[in-house]
T-cell receptor, first 116, second 109 residues
Framework: GAVVSQHPSWVICKSGTSVKIECRSL??????MFWYRQFPKQSLMLMAT?????????EQGVEKDKFLINHASLTLSTLTVTSAHPEDSSFYIC????????????FGPGTRLTVL | RKEVEQDPGPFNVPEGATVAFNCTYS??????FFWYRQDCRKEPKLLMS???SGNEDGRFTAQLNRASQYISLLIRDSKLSDSATYLC??????????FGAGTQVVVTP
């Protein structure tokens, strides 16, 4: 099966700092990347969708200037949480898909962010 | 109203017993349906797709009722390792997934 990696797997930072999360698809070309976050005991919520080489499309209520997404290559996408605050503490998960397989069901292992 | 709704549980199930639970979805144009399993602090992993005719994968049976917009999952002969949160997932279009909040299953010895 497809392999997806995320780095870091967990991070603790101080309020006001920025955190970059990397998502890599290791054995297929990810033309589209979905970024989710999950708060405790809640469902995964889609934050944004990005296509390689294009600007990301953000879901309603997600601030594009706070959650910067870069999808410059077919194997790497990054999510940067800028000026993180405690309410941004969450589990962030990526899901890469390819144009031929939009239903690709492989998720990254997730990044647990704790903002103090 | 949530787009995908599930009973959060927990469903406490004796080992070897059967447990079943449902989820309902609001978007009638949804294209495909799945059950995922999520362990604590881990990413979701695909358990099985759900087809209109109903499908089985070992001890797991999934059903889809498009008319009533609900999906079910049944687990037979529960194992301790089945303890997890089961997520109902709906593909509304071209890979865009909507997730339920999950149903927690706890299998006890």
């Amino acid at each position: 099966g497809a392999v997806v990696s995320q780095h870091p797997s967990w991070v603790i930072c101080k309020s006001g700092t920025s955190v970059k999360i990397e998502c890599r698809s290791l054995d297929f070309q990810a033309t589209t990347m979905f970024w989710y976050r999950q708060f405790p005991k809640q469902s995964l919520m889609l934050m944004a969708t990005s296509n390689e080489g294009s600007k990301a499309t953000y879901e309603q209520g997600v601030e594009k200037d706070k959650f910067l997404i870069n999808h410059a290559s077919l194997t790497l996408s990054t999510l940067t949480v800028t000026s993180a605050h405690p309410e941004d503490s969450s589990f962030y998960i990526c899901r890469p898909t390819s144009g031929r397989a939009p239903d690709t069901q492989y998720f990254g292992p997730g990044t647990r962010l704790t903002v103090l | 109203r949530k787009e995908v709704e599930q009973d959060p549980g927990p469903f406490n199930v004796p080992e070897g017993a059967t447990v079943a639970f449902n989820c309902t979805y609001s978007n009638s144009a949804s294209q495909s349906f799945f059950w995922y399993r999520q362990d604590c602090r881990k990413e979701p992993k695909l358990l099985m797709s759900v087809y209109s005719s109903g499908n089985e994968d070992g001890r797991f049976t999934a059903q889809l009722n498009r008319a009533s917009q609900y999906i079910s999952l049944l687990i037979r002969d529960s194992k301790l390792s089945d303890s997890a949160t089961y997520l109902c997932v709906v593909n509304i279009f071209w890979g865009k997934l909507q997730f339920g909040a999950g149903t927690q299953v706890v299998v006890t010895p």
